[in-house]
């Protein structure tokens, strides 16, 4: 059920909230591959789920440009 949120929510942003969003997340997943590294992450399945959001991030702005 997340997910279907989650994927709503990105169809309504606009390029440039879309960039933003990828981002933020480029930068957690920075954040968490350094967790990792250091042996500090304890939830090692948010990784999955922020490389998949990103995927869904890049192809959103990818159908955006398309349709434009």
């Given at each position: 059920?997340?997910?279907?949120?989650?994927?709503?929510?990105?169809?309504?942003?606009?390029?440039?909230?879309?960039?933003?969003?990828?981002?933020?997340?480029?930068?957690?997943?920075?954040?968490?591959?350094?967790?990792?590294?250091?042996?500090?992450?304890?939830?090692?399945?948010?990784?999955?789920?922020?490389?998949?959001d990103i995927a869904r991030i890049?192809?959103?702005?990818?159908q955006q440009r398309v349709s434009?």
């Open positions: 059920m997340q997910n279907k949120q989650r994927l709503s929510d990105l169809r309504v942003m606009t390029g440039d909230q879309l960039d933003q969003e990828l981002l933020n997340l480029k930068k957690e997943q920075f954040n968490l591959r350094f967790q990792k590294a250091t042996g500090q992450l304890e939830n090692t399945a948010r990784v999955r789920v922020i490389r998949r890049k192809t959103m702005a990818a434009k």
